[in-house]
């Protein structure tokens, strides 16, 4: 089968790392060490940049723009058409930042026109066989989706959130940084910064203290957390009592600040 890359011959697509099995669209752009492996489809309007590894059999759809040094592992699909029946074939995006993993099988979807266009993916996340990323989701860096994890369409997944085996994740969710998701949890509401939730739907259950300790919080730091969490969890006292008294916790502390922030913007109601 013959590759086809602008203005390369095949006989150099070996030297560069490009299988000759591959097929690579005339408009594609790949930066010259990106590297694909056999059989792997690389569309139109797709731009790959240095350090990039393809593996066989993935495909790769655009309009999408990749970053730097990201891996994609075999029979991975980025960029197809989101699985919403109301898109009509608008331009939309997938952009994905440097240093990610996606392995084997996973699938991430192109944004829609009525949910903002763009489906963004940040830095250093690690994506595990089977996982799905739906249209128009907002995924921040140094992220962690087990094998199966799913997001439906417009989730926002914050920094350094781990998302357990076949967890789940409704449509409009938010799961603030930190947050940590036990394996099959179903996550119907929006999850809070820094704590731990399981359950099928999902439920608080703690501050996610390991992890913390693991990125550098110090006691007194995740102690401030958790006062918090107890103030909004354990304290009986309703939504808007526990606003208040965090406020006037979060004057201490910045961590509480981001926590409270979350909680402002938060549009499906807390998981509780």
């Known amino acids: 089968m013959r590759t086809h890359v602008r203005g390369i011959q095949p006989v150099n697509l070996v030297r560069q790392g490009v299988h000759p099995t591959a097929i690579v669209d005339p408009g594609a752009k790949l930066a010259d060490d990106v590297a694909v492996g056999p059989y792997a489809v690389i569309g139109e309007d797709v731009e790959i940049g240095t350090g990039c590894r393809v ?12 970053g730097r040094n990201n891996r994609v592992g075999a029979f991975a699909s980025l ?3 989101p699985q919403d029946k109301k898109y009509k074939g608008e331009r939309s995006d997938l952009v994905v930042g440097d240093g990610n993993t996606f392995h084997e099988f996973v699938t ?5 026109g009525e949910g903002g266009g763009v489906t963004r993916i940040g830095d250093d996340n690690w994506i595990m066989a089977y996982a799905h990323i739906a249209h128009d989701c907002n995924i921040g ?10 997001l439906a369409g417009h989730v926002e997944i914050g920094d350094w959130v781990v998302l357990g085996g076949f967890a789940g994740v409704h449509q409009f969710c938010k799961v603030g940084a930190h947050a940590f998701a036990a394996m099959y949890s179903a996550i119907n509401r929006d999850v809070p910064p820094f704590i731990y939730v399981a359950g099928q739907f999902a439920v608080p259950r703690g501050v996610n203290a390991e992890g913390l300790k693991r990125r550098g919080f110090d006691a007194e730091r995740i102690g401030a957390i958790k006062r918090a969490y107890r103030t909004l969890y354990l304290s009986h006292r309703t939504l808007d009592e526990a606003r208040t008294a965090l406020a006037e916790q979060a004057d201490a502390s910045e961590d509480v600040r981001f926590f409270c922030n979350f909680i402002e913007r938060s549009e499906r109601s807390l998981v509780r």
């Open 108 to 112: 991430v979807n192109r944004g829609t």
């Open 141 to 150: 860096s140094h992220t962690i989706f087990a094998n199966n994890a799913t």
């Open 55 to 66: 593996g066989a059999h993935a495909l790769i759809q655009g309009p999408t723009r990749i």
């Open 79 to 81: 960029g197809g058409d």
